[in-house]
């Protein structure tokens, strides 16, 4: 069964404290996984796709990175406005181009 | 404006009332999808469509009825409403490749 898992559930971190997200998945015949913001009553919001093993991505104080079990989501120097809750997903073959997501993880930044 | 709009933002409802859950788009994407959102779950996918007259179900499509006679329009029907259909609900589009979520229905059925 084809499963992506976040950890951890809950981040609490000071400005400039430095972290990182993960997403592990199993799914078979990975198309893209991607990345998402979601602000408390919002609607997630897009922020990278990694396609490859290997590959990198990079935008502001994040960067994304993807290995062949798991994605790696970098906070570097987090602010304030970084918390939100961060959601993985992955467009495997199996499902055609639905997205499977994982539970998320709440990132806090105190000041 | 473009973008993609849902309607209600919010909605009460009574246990066993129909109610319609409306998602517009203006960028003519083929695929829609409806998801809901629930503490401990995560987004679970309802029903998706991958063009006009095209639907099928997803992971959680028990209750819910949903069909897309335009492109631009994909609307999500609870026919008989239960308390554990109480979550927010997201819709979003894709052209192929990621997606783009509407800013989702709060459904509170009492």
């Known amino acids: 069964e084809d499963q992506v898992t976040q950890s951890p559930e809950a981040l609490r971190l000071q400005e400039g404290e430095s972290s990182s997200l993960n997403c592990s998945y199993t799914?078979?015949?990975?198309?893209?996984l991607f990345w998402y913001r979601q602000d408390p009553g919002k609607g997630p919001e897009f922020l990278f796709t990694l396609y490859s093993a290997g590959e990198e991505k990079e935008k502001e104080r994040l960067k994304a990175t993807l290995t062949k079990k798991e994605s790696f989501l970098h906070i570097t120097a987090p602010k304030p406005e970084d918390s939100a809750t961060y959601l993985c997903?992955?467009?495997?073959?199996?499902?055609?181009?639905?997205?499977?997501f994982g539970a998320g993880t709440i990132l806090r930044v105190k000041s | 404006d473009a973008g993609i709009t849902q309607s209600p933002r919010y909605k009460i409802t009574e246990t066993g009332r129909q109610v319609t859950l409306m998602c517009h788009q203006t960028?003519?994407?083929?695929?829609m999808f409806w998801y809901r959102q629930d503490l401990g779950h995560g987004l679970r996918l309802i029903y998706y469509?991958?063009?006009?007259?095209?639907?099928d179900k997803g992971e959680v499509p028990d209750g819910y009825v949903v069909s897309r006679s335009k492109t631009e329009n994909f609307p999500l029907t609870l026919e008989s409403a239960t308390r554990s259909q109480t979550s927010v609900y997201f819709c979003?589009?894709?052209?192929?490749?990621?997606?783009?979520f509407g800013s989702g229905t709060r459904l509170t059925v009492v």
């Open positions: 960028w003519s994407h083929s695929y």
């Open positions: 799914v078979s015949g990975l198309r893209g």
């Open positions: 997903a992955v467009q495997a073959g199996e499902y055609g181009n639905k997205l499977v």
């Open positions: 469509s991958a063009a006009a007259d095209i639907t």
């Open positions: 979003a589009s894709s052209p192929a490749i990621g997606y783009t």
